[in-house]
């Protein structure tokens, strides 16, 4: 017995450096003095080819008409871009406020479609995907390329960032483009801070994966762009759409790259309740995605199936390996004394964290920063193992509620 519990203590350890610290240094060493790209459009090229907007909203009368907005200010040329809105049953002002941006913006390219069923993303985006490939095919005589741009409502465009996308697609064999997500609105408290030093370190992950093989894995899905003929209907009841399209791109032997040029920000979440639920769902879809794919890590031994290993796999079963190494700990602390000191200081820590951050959010302080930290990296690898058993018990339904942000 004590033999397993020190194979399962420093198996979890090690699977844990392995994805947060040896995987991220072996890709920075990988892509060092490589570019992702070199062969791309130029502004004026007339080349360039068709972009089509694919974009599922439900409920987002906040910020639907700042969103549209935001995508008519794109550079890019004006009969080569074309909106395909589709509302997944939205009972809020959604429509009318859609059907007068257009009435206000008749030069718009746009394809407003007012589902009356409520079925989540996944179906919509196919079904505006199957519109736009059939309008492409009436102009394909002089349309040339076509894309999908595939994005959120909550998420808004610099200028040049579309453009900064699409000019990568010069090089056939790119088949996927990600942008570089920000965030909007951050604050001292709440939890925004802690999620946006996560998300800068997946950006520069990614980077690296883009630079060392072409393989960046997963975009942030609220901007992205890939090729339209790549696009494969989404499955039902999917909850991570974006992974299952880039995944299928990579296994079909196309490169998948972010371009840190190519800014993006949507505003930020705060309430540690809102990201759980957000981390809990994508959890439960990143699971369903491992069993799709799973074939790629066993085991991992090509290089798509390292990738997903070292970056997805490992960090999704993450809460698990915690929960191991406290566990395997207890149990090495009845006869060594080396465990029975580190396991009282992993379970005093633990609960000092959680404390100390529960009194500051009450006492309306700011937490300090490493406590701050800590808590969301518990939070969320909580997240993790709760959303593996929505998973489990079957996910019968691809809808949700969009999260709250700033």
Same mark, same amino acid.
Not at 60 to 77: A, F, H, M, S
Not at 179 to 199: D, K, P, T, V, W
Not at 341 to 365: P, S, Y
């Given at each position: 017995?004590?033999?397993?519990?020190?194979?399962?203590?420093?198996?979890?350890?090690?699977?844990?450096?392995?994805?947060?610290?040896?995987?991220?240094?072996?890709?920075?060493?990988?892509?060092?003095?490589?570019?992702?790209?070199? =062969? *791309?459009?130029?502004?004026?090229? %007339?080349?360039?080819? +068709? #972009?089509?907007?694919? /974009?599922?909203?439900?409920?987002?009368?906040?910020?639907?008409?700042?969103?549209?907005?935001?995508?008519?200010?794109?550079?890019?040329?004006?009969?080569?871009?074309?909106?395909?809105?589709?509302?997944?049953?939205?009972?809020?002002?959604?429509?009318?406020?859609?059907?007068?941006?257009?009435?206000?913006?008749?030069?718009?390219?746009?394809?407003?479609?007012?589902?009356?069923?409520?079925?989540?993303?996944?179906?919509?985006?196919?079904?505006?995907?199957?519109?736009?490939?059939?309008?492409?095919?009436?102009?394909?005589?002089?349309?040339?390329?076509?894309?999908?741009?595939?994005?959120?409502?909550?998420?808004?465009?610099?200028?040049?960032?579309?453009?900064? =996308? *699409?000019?990568?697609?010069?090089? %056939?064999?790119?088949? +996927? #483009?990600?942008?570089? /997500?920000?965030?909007?609105?951050?604050?001292?408290?709440?939890?925004?801070?802690?999620?946006?030093?996560?998300?800068?370190?997946?950006?520069?992950?990614?980077?690296?994966?883009?630079?060392?093989?072409?393989?960046?894995?997963?975009?942030?899905?609220?901007?992205?762009?890939?090729?339209?003929?790549?696009?494969?209907?989404?499955?039902?009841?999917?909850?991570?759409?974006?992974?299952?399209?880039?995944?299928?791109?990579?296994?079909?032997?196309?490169?998948?790259?972010?371009?840190?040029?190519?800014?993006?920000?949507?505003?930020?979440?705060?309430?540690?309740?809102?990201?759980?639920?957000?981390?809990?769902?994508?959890?439960?879809?990143?699971?369903?995605?491992?069993?799709?794919?799973?074939?790629?890590?066993?085991?991992?031994?090509?290089?798509?199936?390292?990738?997903?290993?070292?970056?997805?796999?490992?960090?999704?079963?993450?809460?698990?390996?915690?929960?191991?190494?406290?566990?395997?700990?207890?149990?090495?602390?009845?006869?060594?004394?080396?465990?029975?000191?580190?396991?009282?200081?992993?379970?005093?820590?633990?609960?000092?964290?959680?404390?100390?951050?529960?009194?500051?959010?009450?006492?309306?302080?700011?937490?300090?920063?490493?406590?701050?930290?800590?808590?969301?990296?518990?939070?969320?690898?909580?997240?993790?193992?709760?959303?593996?058993?929505?998973?489990?018990?079957?996910?019968?339904?691809?809808?949700?509620?969009?999260?709250?942000?700033?």
């Amino acid at each position: 017995m004590w033999v397993l519990a020190q194979i399962i203590f420093w198996g979890s350890l090690a699977a844990l450096l392995h994805s947060y610290v040896i995987y991220p240094f072996l890709m920075r060493l990988f892509a060092r003095g490589k570019q992702a790209n070199a =062969l *791309v459009f130029a502004p004026t090229d %007339p080349e360039l080819p +068709v #972009v089509s907007v694919l /974009m599922s909203v439900h409920n987002e009368e906040r910020i639907i008409v700042k969103k549209l907005d935001n995508l008519q200010r794109v550079k890019y040329p004006g009969g080569k871009l074309h909106l395909y809105v589709g509302s997944d049953q939205s009972d809020d002002g959604t429509h009318e406020l859609v059907a007068t941006w257009i009435a206000q913006n008749p030069s718009a390219n746009i394809h407003f479609v007012p589902f009356q069923e409520r079925r989540g993303k996944p179906p919509v985006i196919n079904d505006l995907a199957e519109l736009a490939l059939a309008d492409f095919e009436k102009r394909k005589p002089v349309a040339g390329q076509h894309l999908f741009l595939l994005t959120d409502a909550s998420v808004m465009l610099e200028p040049e960032t579309l453009f900064q =996308l *699409v000019r990568h697609f010069k090089n %056939p064999k790119i088949g +996927v #483009v990600d942008a570089h /997500m920000r965030s909007e609105g951050l604050r001292q408290e709440g939890i925004s801070r802690s999620e946006e030093r996560y998300l800068s370190g997946e950006v520069q992950l990614k980077h690296w994966e883009s630079q060392a093989w072409g393989m960046m894995i997963g975009p942030f899905g609220g901007c992205y762009a890939l090729r339209a003929d790549l696009f494969e209907p989404i499955p039902p009841r999917s909850l991570v759409d974006d992974f299952w399209l880039v995944f299928r791109v990579l296994e079909k032997g196309y490169s998948a790259i972010n371009d840190l040029e190519a800014q993006c920000f949507e505003g930020a979440t705060h309430r540690v309740a809102d990201e759980y639920r957000r981390k809990k769902r994508i959890a439960a879809g990143s699971f369903q995605n491992l069993a799709r794919f799973r074939q790629w890590v066993l085991p991992p031994t090509s290089r798509l199936g390292f990738v997903f290993f070292s970056h997805k796999v490992l960090r999704w079963f993450g809460g698990f390996f915690l929960l191991l190494i406290f566990l395997s700990a207890g149990v090495l602390a009845l006869q060594n004394q080396f465990f029975n000191r580190l396991f009282w200081l992993m379970a005093c820590g633990t609960a000092v964290v959680l404390a100390l951050n529960f009194i500051q959010i009450k006492l309306q302080r700011e937490p300090w920063t490493l406590v701050k930290n800590l808590a969301y990296f518990l939070a969320m690898n909580l997240a993790l193992v709760d959303g593996f058993f929505k998973w489990l018990r079957g996910i019968r339904e691809g809808t949700w509620q969009p999260t709250t942000r700033e």
